[in-house]
């Protein structure tokens, strides 16, 4: 039972330009969402998060966007840099019971040259 | 500083060996967490500590043995593990333990042979 899936394995993006993630959950108890990049070897890298109060949140090239009604958010890079190639998870969380993070499978994103 | 540590970096150990892995971090927060990952697969919670008491654990095989000996540190104490358990084990610690964002460490990698 997939509670957050992101359903792009991968997504290949020139630099400069805008690279979208997608990400779309089925429990409508999450209430705070949480983008990750990861590299190989390497743990997760906490980048931006939303509470459900919001429907936007921004921080330098990244911004992510909360759809409630269709349990749907999605990060924003702009513009796109070869340091972003990584792994990037979306992560929900119901704070009203506990502090545990359910995980998106991930999306691979390349930006080429 | 949001630095999470983790040691060792690679472990590989037999089916009856006792291993331990450990844990850190310095920015006074008061949750800490262990995950498992394995590869292509998103990171999975197995415990949560809140304040120094073990709060969650998520169903983990008793193999696997959580010890928070302080807001600090976090260990995770290997006994007679499978091959199956083989995967990339992560530490995270949060401020708190509802709605914040989890700081993830390097990860150990651990082959159980």
């Known amino acids: 039972d997939q509670q957050v899936k992101q359903n792009s394995p991968s997504l290949s993006v020139q630099e400069g330009r805008i690279s979208i993630l997608n990400c779309d959950y089925t429990?409508?108890?999450?209430?705070?969402f949480l983008w990750y990049k990861k590299y190989p070897a390497e743990g997760p890298t906490f980048l931006i998060s939303i509470s459900s109060i919001k429907d936007k949140n921004e921080d330098g090239r990244f911004t992510v966007f909360l759809n409630k009604s269709a349990k749907h958010l999605s990060l924003h890079i702009v513009p796109s840099q070869p340091g972003d190639s990584a792994v990037y998870f979306c992560?929900?969380?119901?704070?009203?019971?506990?502090?545990?993070?359910?995980f998106g499978t991930g999306t691979r994103l390349q930006v080429t040259l | 500083d949001t630095e999470v540590t983790q040691t060792p970096k690679h472990l590989v150990m037999g089916m009856t060996n006792k291993k331990s892995l450990k844990c850190e971090q310095h920015?006074?927060?008061?949750?800490m967490y262990w995950y498992k990952q394995k590869a292509k697969k998103p990171p999975e919670l197995m415990f949560v500590y809140s304040y120094e008491k073990l709060s969650i654990n998520e169903s983990v095989p008793s193999r696997f043995s959580p010890e928070c000996p302080n807001s600090s540190l976090l260990n995770l104490h290997l006994h007679a593990l499978q091959p199956e358990d083989s995967a990339l084990y992560l530490c995270?610690?949060?401020?708190?333990?509802?709605?914040?964002?989890?700081?993830f460490g390097p990860g150990t990698r651990l082959t159980v042979t």
């Open positions: 429990n409508s108890m999450f209430d705070y």
């Open positions: 995270a610690s949060s401020p708190g333990t509802v709605g914040y964002e989890q700081y």
């Open positions: 920015m006074g927060h008061r949750a």
């Open positions: 992560a929900a969380m119901n704070t009203g019971t506990a502090s545990k993070l359910t």
